[in-house]
């Protein structure tokens, strides 16, 4: 695994600088630099107003856990996502790390959310964005079928999009019903393992699926979770809107929903690509030119979206160490000693009369 990762990464960069070469540096870096530093900074807050509404998100499917918590987690597993060379389970599990420790993301929730817990809200999550999602891919390909009938994109993506809700629809029932599996290959597999191994793995296997029914017994909260993401991806679409009219390319905002919309869908596909790297330029370059953009301002804007990614990205995941580092050293420190109280007389200095 760990070497189709780099595999993947070398040839995602390779792509990259091949569309680079292809369209022209000086015509890239001339689309990029339109929007001026300005336009990047409003690009940065608008992603930041972007993952508040992803936290909502996430807190209307679960709100026994922290707003503060749901939504430094999120970050984390986003950045971790888009920033490091791990594809997106790589992010997941860290995400799942950040959800247990939630160190500094608010000083009053100080509630102890264990690896069961943590593994399911984040679980949830990504199955309520899948569900967003797939309402928003479909949302992209009316568009580009009312833009471009004959579209080359058109009928893979309605079967992307058809893949994404069978596969959702499976992965929701096993949520909710797979416990008695999980529970029967775990003690297969952990038959040879030794007892309090085997007791563990059993026991963190119930403890998962009680979790995870507990959420999904709700599921005013999960079409909730759902609408929220549901517009999270609109926004998406719309500082993609916003970002090539600050470049000067004349796109409407239904053409940027379809543009990001059927984006999702191919880089979907490609979730194993660490980043998408080499993915999300491909798709953009080919749908930009179904609307009618240059080459050089659909790969601006792709390298716009990554400059974005990073500038949020690398601090929070710096920030995140910090807090895990400080945490770390602050449970490894001993207890204080108390001091004896004065009023207290050792029985060895008492005399005996």
Known sequence: MKKLTIFLTLLGLVAITAAVAWSGFGSVMHAVMRIGLGGFLLMVCCQ?????????????????????????ARMVRDAAATCL???????IVIGIRATCSGHGFHKRDSRT??????TAANLVDITTEVMGQTAFVLLGVAFLVAHQRNSPFVVPVIFGAVFLMV???GFVWTQRNGGHIFRRLGSKFSSSLAAQWHDNLLTGAGNLQERMEAVWSHPLRICGSA???FL???????????????????????????????TCAIMSVGFLVPGSLGVQEGAYIALGHAFGLESSVSLGLSLLRRGRELALGIPILLLWQFMEM????????????????????????????
């Open 227 to 229: 609408f929220y993401h």
């Open 113 to 118: 959310v264990d690896l069961p817990e943590a």
């Open 48 to 72: 930041l107003a972007v993952n508040g509404v992803l936290g909502l998100a996430w807190y209307s499917a679960v709100p026994e856990i922290g707003y503060l918590r749901l939504l430094g």
């Open 232 to 262: 999270g991806w609109i926004s998406s679409a719309a500082m993609l809107w916003l970002a090539a009219n600050l470049m000067g390319a004349g796109l409407s905002f239904p053409n940027a929903i379809a543009v990001e919309g059927v």
């Open 326 to 353: 400080r945490g770390l050293r602050a449970a490894s420190q001993p207890e204080p000693v108390q001091a004896p109280d004065a009023a207290y007389v050792p029985t060895s200095s008492v005399v005996k009369e």
């Open 85 to 91: 060379p791990f594809s997106q389970l790589g992010g």
């Open 167 to 169: 596969g959702t629809a």
